[in-house]
């Protein structure tokens, strides 16, 4: 019950937070994993790094281009692909809410031990690595009829 309730908070959470920045939900997300990125990336990776189809990750990326946030520039070193660039000065303002709220969140994490810190920390990995893995399963089962 205690998943549920916090996977449920963190979700309504991020809803909360795109509201606020006139975005969608999955754009928030996508948005926090290309600012960690270490650089340019393809749509290709972004439905990796997501688990969207490349046809959702595509429109996603033209959402976030639409409004800013992100660039298409040919690849130099391979003409036929394109990569995504975040906009710094338009991602600021996603970066200064975050910034804002997150000392909250960092408040929880400050009275962790190290040891306890490590297991937070590896139960976020593996949920990460099983929340891409039931994606995938999803997306490869027929949906249930209305």
Known sequence: M???RYLAAYVLFNQAL???LGLHPTD???LSLLTAAPGPVTVKQIADMTGLTTGSATRLVDRLERAGYVARTP???DRRRVLVTVVPERVARVTAVWDDLGRAWQEILDDQSEEE???ITRHMHRAHDLSHAQMRRLRSRPKPEA
Do not use: E
């Open 117 to 119: 810190l490590r297991t």
């Open 18 to 20: 795109a509201d606020h």
């Open 28 to 30: 928030v997300q996508a």
């Open 75 to 77: 690849d130099q070193q």
């Open 2 to 4: 205690a998943s549920r």
